[in-house]
Structure formats: C-alpha cells, structure tokens
C-alpha cells in the first residue's frame, strides 16, 4: 500500500494522470482511506483551476502596457548603475 510521503513524491504526476497503472491504483486505494491526503489532492486541484483561470482572464491591454514600461525602466535603470 502507498504512504501519504509516497502520495506526495507521485502527486504532479498523479494529477496530471501520468502514473502507470499499478502506481495509479495504489493511489486511488491510498486516498480511499486517508482523509489528509484526499485534502491535499483536492486542495492542490483547486489552487491550478484557480491559477490556470487567472490566467485565462489576462490584464487589460492599459494595465499590462504600464507593467511593461515599469518594467522595461526598471530594467534600464538597473543597467545604467
């Protein structure tokens, strides 16, 4: 049976469901039984959906033009010193 350290090491490859099949199934049966886990699989779920909308939803044109001037100063100015 899988323990929670092992859960862990596999978790990105879990969620992204690039597990062999016997590595898959030990992770099913683990979560089936232990509650700490299943949250930190549902927890880690949720905080991608989150950022991947984030993402999705972008800056406005305005806000990223002035990110980018900030950005593109600060970075000369680093140069200059």
């Given at each position: 049976?899988?323990?929670?350290?092992?859960?862990v090491?596999?978790?990105?490859?879990?969620?992204?469901?690039?597990?062999?099949?016997?590595?898959?199934?030990?992770?099913?049966?683990?979560?089936?039984?232990?509650?700490?886990?299943?949250?930190?699989?549902?927890?880690?779920?949720?905080?991608?959906?989150?950022?991947?909308?984030?993402?999705?939803?972008?800056?406005p044109?305005?806000?990223?033009?002035?990110?980018?001037?900030?950005?593109?100063?600060a970075?000369?100015?680093?140069?200059?010193s």
């Amino acid at each position: 049976m899988m323990t929670c350290e092992e859960l862990v090491s596999y978790l990105s490859d879990y969620l992204d469901q690039n597990l062999d099949e016997e590595l898959a199934a030990a992770a099913q049966q683990h979560l089936a039984t232990c509650q700490n886990c299943r949250v930190v699989v549902q927890t880690t779920r949720r905080v991608i959906q989150l950022g991947q909308a984030q993402y999705q939803i972008g800056l406005p044109p305005d806000r990223r033009d002035r990110l980018f001037t900030r950005l593109r100063q600060a970075f000369l100015a680093r140069e200059g010193s």
